[in-house]
């Protein structure tokens, strides 16, 4: 076990320290015997009686292609029910996944049906009892499109669970105006309210980020907007000429967008995001003073509902491992989305919180592919290897940091993205962030060699599933759990489809091809 000793404390990073300190926690794993599905499967919810999970099989082939439903009890891990179907179809358009969503027992299952001979994208849902019997297709919304590349859907969901809206953004054309269609929904399918908001601007010059549904029905849409040419208005060297802002939408919002500015226009922002709860109103992402594709700062700011008003901001430094890695041989990795991403925000019982930041980048190198007279003129991107690190970070009721950890991983490079993400676990006061991680890791963060080895299987570098344990003081305990490869089964450990309800506890899966196991994780002192 080993102990990342880190605190920043008025905003200002310690030097780290690594040492042999035992957490305190035991951990025990208990698990299912291996049944067959054929797809990845993923838990999409659990409470006190029974887990729920879903799996995807987009193999080639019209007979290799299922869906599969699935209801554990949370005791036995025994079967309730099973589901397996073959992709619905919707008009001439197969259906895809679009997202899962359990409440109150129930699934919630949402699909997107392009449509080529009509031009149009379809966002569909359908519900599943709790008794396992699915419900019909109902069409929600649609674009049109000729493109299933171009326009999108957004499904945001309140705090409460009992209201969604559906945000449709359409493909558009060039010197189109910039548009988006607003729906809420009920749990029966039925529409409450919609509205059309154009924006008085070309659509390339308007950019919607994110967006979260409160309870109180106003949908809070993070955006910004560039200088518009056409109508006189200029670029200003130098700066970003990204203008952010956000903007608080209902069935009675007009046209004349009226946002809150965030004043970031100093700043070169990448991956922004809007979060929610019952206190306030958050925004943060990272932030360079010079570049885009570069990392100086983090901000984080409180908006008060009532007063629809910044309360405060804080800027901070962020580590100078990651500012390297972003400013060298390095490209931020963004295959899987934002490079920056908020996973985790929890909040503690001082009315602060803490973050969680996924950190994604590139190692590249250039080999040359062409020369002139000897002199290269042409070359070719090598990526050597992707990078995945954490940034955690505590927050205190003011809204201002009090402590950020750097959590870096070395090479995690793999062919499966199934042995990526992690799994959060809290415990009382104490926060379990558990992910599949390399031998090369355990060794640099202790001063002995804890003896696991890293399997080569399908060239899978994270060999091992650890276990980082913080509190809210800014101490973290960093400690290997298991081998990711259970050596009795051979099903492998898959912390992305994992899923964590009550304190101390997570439900997870391992799996290898159509052999899974479902399985409970508890940790206590």
């Not at 007063?307 to 901001?313: H, K, M, P, Y």
């Amino acid at each position: 076990m080993k102990k990342i000793l880190s605190l920043l404390s008025v905003s200002l990073l310690t030097t780290f320290c690594f040492a042999q300190v035992p957490s305190g926690f035991n951990t025990n794993l208990e698990w299912s015997d291996i049944h067959e599905i054929d797809g990845e499967q993923t838990i999409a919810g659990v409470d006190s009686q029974y887990i729920y999970a879903f799996a995807v099989n987009n193999g080639e082939g019209w007979d290799r292609r299922k869906w599969f439903f699935t209801k554990y009890d949370v005791e036995t891990f025994e079967q309730v029910w099973h589901i397996e179907t073959r992709p619905l179809e919707w008009g001439d358009a197969e259906l895809g996944f679009e997202e899962v969503r359990i409440i109150n027992g129930e699934f919630f299952v949402f699909y997107n049906a392009f449509d080529k001979y009509k031009d149009r994208m379809s966002l569909l849902g359908q519900h599943i009892t709790a008794d396992g019997d699915m419900g019909r297709l109902s069409q929600l919304e649609y674009y049109t499109t000729d493109d299933a590349t171009e326009g999108k859907f957004q499904i945001e969901w309140n705090e409460d669970g009992d209201e969604f809206v559906v945000v449709a953004i359409p493909q558009f054309i060039r010197d189109e105006q910039a548009k988006f269609r607003i729906v809420s929904y009920d749990l029966a399918f039925q529409k409450k309210w919609d509205n059309q908001i154009t924006v008085r601007t070309h659509h390339e010059n308007f950019q919607v980020i994110d967006y979260a549904l409160h309870k109180d029905g106003n949908l809070y849409v993070l955006a910004y907007d560039l200088p518009d040419l056409d109508r006189g208005e200029e670029d200003v060297e130098g700066k970003s000429n990204q203008h952010y802002a956000i903007y608080k939408i209902n069935e009675n919002t007009t046209n004349e967008l009226e946002g809150l500015d965030l004043e970031l226009d100093d700043y070169f922002v990448s991956s922004p995001w809007i979060h929610l709860d019952d206190h306030n109103m958050h925004v943060g992402g990272v932030a360079s003073m010079e570049y885009f594709d570069e990392a100086d700062l983090t901000f984080f700011m409180t908006i008060d509902y009532e007063g629809f008003a910044v309360e405060s901001a804080s800027f901070d430094e962020i580590p100078e491992q990651i500012k390297d890695r972003m400013t060298t041989r390095y490209d931020i990795f963004d295959r899987y989305g934002r490079p920056f991403k908020v996973i985790h925000f929890r909040r503690i019982d001082d009315g602060g919180a803490i973050l969680v930041q996924q950190c994604r980048y590139e190692e590249v190198d250039y080999v040359v592919t062409g020369t002139v007279m000897g002199v290269p003129v042409s070359y070719r991107k090598v990526i050597t290897n992707h990078y995945e690190d954490y940034l955690i970070e505590r927050i205190d009721s003011n809204g201002q940091l009090v402590w950020m950890t750097h959590l870096p991983l070395n090479q995690v490079f793999v062919e499966s993205d199934l042995f990526m993400g992690d799994l959060l676990v809290v415990n009382n006061d104490k926060f379990h962030l558990i992910f599949n991680d390399d031998k090369d890791n355990i060794e640099e963060w202790g001063e002995e060699d804890p003896s696991i080895d890293t399997y080569q299987d399908w060239s899978i570098r994270r060999g091992n599933v650890v276990m980082v344990t913080m509190d809210t003081n800014g101490n973290v305990w960093y400690e290997a759990l298991t081998k990711t490869k259970d050596e009795e089964d051979d099903t492998y450990f898959l912390p992305s489809a994992g899923f964590s309800k009550h304190h101390g506890e997570a439900i997870i899966f391992s799996a290898d091809d159509e052999d899974v196991k479902v399985g409970r994780l508890t940790i206590s002192e």
